[in-house]
């Protein structure tokens, strides 16, 4: 196991611990002018906002429904409908494609960790790691997490950086980070 495994592993731990003893939260975020419910999964709330049709739309095609409804839990880092409109003309569609299902589910794991982390908990691995936190995505990919004055910024393997706009919407198996830029693999 790499020390990035391990790190993960202890995360979700912590995490799993802290979310058993009952640890209170504050009310949940709206998106897109919608309310998101804790008790509801990633897949339930997202398809209420008005601010992610395009996310919605990806992650159908890509057949990922199932898994992002199930158990988790998952940190999904969720562009808006504006982070897919900054890319290139065309990109939308062309991945939306049959025949390109398997680079559109590379691109979209490439947002999803396999644990459940809240701002707070970037901002400190973060700092345990020197201000830069590296982690592995459900995808295969790596980003770099960082949390400067309350801002959670996801450097991806291309180097764009994405920020947290909304961060802690809390879903019964995870956690959405809404970001405003779509994080991109090497290819």
Not at 27 to 37: A, H, I, R, S
Not at 119 to 146: N, P, Q, R, S, Y
Request: glycine share 8%; with cysteine.
């Amino acid at each position: 196991m790499t020390l990035s495994t391990l790190r993960l592993l202890a995360v979700s731990a912590m995490l799993s611990v802290t979310a058993i003893a009952g640890v209170a939260h504050a009310e949940n975020p709206m998106v897109g002018g919608m309310p998101m419910y804790e008790n509801k999964d990633i897949i339930d709330n997202a398809v209420t906002s008005p601010d992610h049709t395009t996310l919605v739309a990806a992650v159908k095609a890509a057949g990922l429904v199932e898994t992002l409804s199930g158990p988790g839990p998952f940190t999904v880092f969720a562009p808006t409908n504006a982070a897919f409109d900054a890319l290139p003309a065309g990109t939308v569609d062309t991945l939306l494609k049959p025949e390109n299902k398997d680079q559109l589910t590379r691109i979209l794991t490439c947002h999803v960790i396999p644990a459940r982390a809240l701002a707070a908990d970037i901002g400190k691995m973060a700092m345990d790691d020197g201000g830069t936190h590296e982690v592995d995505t459900v995808g295969g990919c790596k980003l770099w997490l960082k949390a400067d004055n309350g801002m959670v910024t996801i450097t991806d393997e291309t180097g764009g950086v994405a920020k947290v706009t909304i961060a802690d919407v809390i879903q019964s198996n995870g956690v959405i980070h809404v970001i405003d830029k779509v994080l991109l693999p090497k290819m």
